[in-house]
């Protein structure tokens, strides 16, 4: 970097690194506020200024961002994504002036980030950021990506930028300025998140992105995050965030259910140190008490999540959803249909979802149990196709998934659905929860038990394969949980076998070939397990929940052709 940019040269650079200073001390310290619940209080503290200074337009984007990201709500959403365009707009007024020669010299050999000043060098890593988080936006309405390879140019400028920026640091001429920790903490927040997010991809998404010069390294991207985490700077807590994202539910959601619990308590701690009553820690704490069997304590931080703040009520959605799922982890039909109840009524991410678990929780009931509000399981069932949702002209792929499962209702003689709250609870990979805890997984199996019991006594339908290849699947996880190798082994082996016979449930042999791979690989028989994931990945497609299918697949594949983890951590979160 020039010496402009840190030795404060002329009064111009003195005056910008002057504006510098003053705008990421107000912004940490709207920051602060935003943590500590204070969530009109920081908005307001940056608003009038969000068109002449480009970290306050960014850090009031990237509030509304987290906000949405937290609440899946369609509007909040869609207030995030504007807002985190007009923060690019006010972030472009601060980047280095081209010429037309400057452009034609930058094609021929990358124009030199060396001669930028502190200020332009700052706007380069805003700019970034904000077409990052508009990024992920789009992947956040379109779990099928199509949105994100759309916006390709846009993402491909992100990446090539953070490229450059980490080139700059790593360069001997680098001199840095002031602010320097709150540049290299964005560096790393960016690098990080992109190497991680790569990672991640199914195979056939990589191709597409690595033709346009995209690759992804998880280990790197995690120790960008850890380094970033963990150094006091604008970005340490977003850097947090996103890691304890990935541990907590991205490595559940979209991959094998191996995620660093441990990592993310260390990460969480001192932030639940500063922010004792802090919704969002307060979440996040309750996730992993989840993730660690504790599911009565969960319950607990869930509930002082919601008591911490009244403002913010779609955050309090977010933890229903969590207390819906405890719930169902602990057999309490009731209320769990009286979370997913509340969010039927209250948010609006998904109604078909919401009113599908309702009527599943109720097919749970036992004869002598009455239904809470009256509600007809049936009825429930049968409206759930004509409360389809678009986001961005896309649907949902979990609401896909419930409308395909309700459609059996539609008849006047409905076949009835086995188990549909524990279907539901496979796609969310809450088997994965369950198995840390062997009395949850035994009662779990119990229930199992009973339904394939109940479905051989019953009259034979056209659907019965479908049936007993899903209590198949999910009591093959509760007996691997259980350590009951060769019974669990058998189940997954029973779904491929009666392939033919399955009428609608295509879904269910992918997922059976990658449950047995993912058994193998726990067992150190890795090339068995790759062949069964190649197998998964290529024979397969047009099924329900594919992209998620094929996003655990990625994460299998990573897990079998890499060394053991070795326990990689950082020490705690940066925070004063």
Same mark, same amino acid.
């Given at each position: 970097m020039d010496s402009r940019a840190a030795n404060s040269g002329s009064g111009g650079a003195r005056s910008s690194t002057s504006d510098l200073n003053t705008a990421l001390h107000e912004c940490m310290a709207a920051l602060d506020l935003f943590l500590n619940n204070k969530f009109s209080d920081a908005l307001a503290s940056l608003q009038g200024k969000t068109k002449?200074?480009?970290? &306050?337009?960014?850090?009031?984007?990237?509030?509304?961002?987290? +906000?949405?990201?937290m609440t899946f709500?369609?509007?909040?959403?869609?207030?995030?994504?504007?807002?985190?365009?007009?923060?690019?707009?006010?972030c472009q007024k601060f980047r280095k002036k081209s010429t037309v020669a400057d452009s034609i010299n930058s094609l021929v050999h990358r124009q030199s980030l060396e001669h930028f000043t502190e200020e332009e060098i700052h706007a380069e890593i805003c700019y970034a950021e904000c077409l990052l988080q508009r990024a992920a936006l789009t992947f956040l309405q379109d779990e099928n990506m199509v949105s994100f390879i759309k916006g390709g140019i846009k993402v491909r400028n992100s990446y090539q930028t953070y490229r450059e920026l980490d080139s700059l640091i790593q360069s001997p001429h680098y001199v840095k300025g002031e602010n320097h920790l709150h540049f290299e903490g964005g560096v790393k927040l960016g690098v990080g998140a992109f190497n991680l997010t790569l990672s991640m991809f199914p195979a056939r998404i990589l191709r597409l992105l690595e033709f346009v010069g995209f690759s992804g390294n998880k280990e790197h991207g995690l120790l960008q995050l850890q380094e970033g985490a963990s150094?006091?700077?604008?970005?340490?807590?977003?850097? /947090?965030?996103?890691?304890?994202?990935?541990?907590?539910?991205?490595?559940?959601?979209?991959? /094998?259910? =191996?995620?660093?619990?441990?990592?993310?308590?260390?990460?969480?701690?001192?932030?639940?140190?500063?922010?004792?009553?802090?919704?969002?820690?307060?979440?996040?704490?309750?996730?992993?008490?989840?993730?660690?069997?504790?599911i009565d304590a969960a319950v607990n931080r869930y509930e002082e999540c919601c008591e911490a703040q009244q403002y913010w009520k779609q955050f309090h959605h977010?933890? %229903?959803?969590?207390?819906?799922?405890?719930?169902?982890?602990?057999? +309490?039909?009731?209320?769990?249909?009286?979370?997913a109840d509340l969010l039927s009524k209250e948010n609006t991410?998904?109604?078909?979802?919401?009113?599908?678990?309702?009527?599943?929780?109720?097919?749970?009931f036992g004869p002598d149990d009455c239904s809470p509000f009256g509600d007809s399981e049936v009825e429930l069932f049968r409206i759930v196709p004509s409360l389809k949702l678009k986001i961005a002209g896309k649907s949902l792929p979990t609401e896909k998934f419930a409308i395909r499962k309700a459609r059996r209702y539609l008849s006047s003689n409905p076949i009835p659905l086995p188990v549909p709250p524990l279907?539901?609870?496979?796609?969310?990979?809450?088997?994965?929860?369950?198995?840390?805890?062997?009395?949850? /997984?035994?009662?779990?199996?119990?229930?199992?038990?009973?339904?394939?019991?109940?479905?051989?006594?019953?009259?034979?339908?056209?659907?019965?394969?479908?049936?007993?290849?899903?209590? =198949?699947?999910?009591?093959?996880?509760?007996?691997?949980?259980?350590?009951?190798?060769?019974?669990?082994?058998d189940h997954f082996n029973y779904i491929y076998l009666n392939e033919k016979k399955i009428k609608y449930d295509h879904y269910l042999i992918p997922n059976?070939?990658?449950?047995?791979?993912?058994?193998?690989?726990?067992?150190?028989r890795r090339e068995e397990a790759i062949k069964l994931?190649?197998?998964?990945?290529?024979? %397969?497609?047009?099924?329900?929940?594919?992209?998620?299918? &094929?996003?655990?697949? +990625?994460?299998?594949? &990573?897990?079998? =052709?890499?060394?053991?983890?070795?326990?990689?951590?950082?020490?705690?979160?940066?925070?004063s």
């Open positions: 002449d200074s480009m970290y &306050h337009a960014l850090t009031y984007a990237t509030i509304l961002e987290m +906000q949405a990201m709500d369609p509007q909040d959403i869609l207030n995030a994504g504007n807002t985190m365009k007009e923060a690019q707009a006010t150094s006091y700077s604008f970005r340490s807590v977003l850097c /947090t965030m996103l890691l304890l994202c990935y541990h907590t539910f991205m490595t559940f959601v979209l991959g /094998t259910g =191996k995620g660093n619990v441990e990592e993310a308590e260390r990460l969480l701690k001192p932030y639940l140190a500063r922010y004792p009553k802090g919704a969002i820690f307060l979440f996040f704490a309750g996730r992993i008490e989840t993730l660690k069997g504790n977010m933890c %229903y959803w969590e207390l819906m799922w405890c719930f169902t982890y602990k057999r +309490q039909w009731k209320m769990a249909f009286f979370y991410w998904s109604k078909a979802t919401y009113i599908y678990m309702k009527a599943a929780y109720l097919s749970m279907e539901m609870m496979y796609i969310w990979n809450g088997y994965a929860v369950i198995g840390k805890c062997p009395n949850l /997984t035994e009662g779990m199996l119990e229930t199992l038990i009973e339904a394939e019991e109940a479905l051989a006594r019953s009259s034979a339908t056209e659907l019965l394969a479908d049936d007993q290849c899903v209590i =198949k699947l999910l009591k093959g996880l509760c007996l691997k949980h259980l350590g009951k190798i060769s019974e669990a082994e059976a070939l990658l449950e047995l791979a993912i058994l193998y690989l726990d067992q150190d994931l190649e197998r998964a990945k290529q024979n %397969y497609k047009n099924y329900s929940m594919e992209t998620r299918t &094929h996003f655990r697949i +990625q994460a299998a594949l &990573h897990q079998a =052709k890499s060394a053991p983890e070795n326990g990689m951590h950082s020490g705690a979160s940066a925070v």
